[in-house]
């Protein structure tokens, strides 16, 4: 039975890795984060670096490691987009007023 708890776990962290990889190289290869929340991303750090340090102190080897790797993508896809809204290729917020039609 543990052996299979540590594949279930090993699959968790390769596909929740995974899944941070396609944004990070879009964001790389474009430059393009307008449409990715700035809010969602700090809030997605503050999360994984919690989860990793969990890990870390729990002794779980691929929740540490696969959550230090999402942080490295996610850290590279908040850079870029911090980098936008500072040269001001972008703004702060992506929130825009809808206009009432009369």
């Known amino acids: 039975m543990q052996h ?3 594949i279930i776990g090993w ?8 899944s941070s990889i396609p944004q990070a190289i879009k964001v790389i290869i474009s430059k393009d984060t307008e449409g990715i929340s700035l809010l969602m991303y700090i809030f997605f750090i503050i999360g994984i670096g919690s ?5 870390i ?16 993508f996610s850290f590279i896809t908040i850079s ?16 825009k007023k809808k206009e009432k039609v009369s």
């Not at 699959?11 to 995974?18: P, V």
């Not at 989860?51 to 890990?55: D, F, K, L, Q, T």
């Not at 040269?87 to 929130?95: A, D, I, T």
């Open 4 to 6: 299979a708890i540590e």
């Open 11 to 18: 699959c968790a962290a390769i596909f929740m890795t995974l």
């Open 51 to 55: 989860w990793c340090a969990y890990g």
């Open 57 to 72: 102190m729990v002794g779980s080897i691929q929740m540490w490691l696969s959550n230090a790797i999402t942080l490295l």
């Open 80 to 95: 870029i987009k911090i980098y936008n809204i500072a040269k001001g290729k972008e703004p702060l917020s992506n929130y």
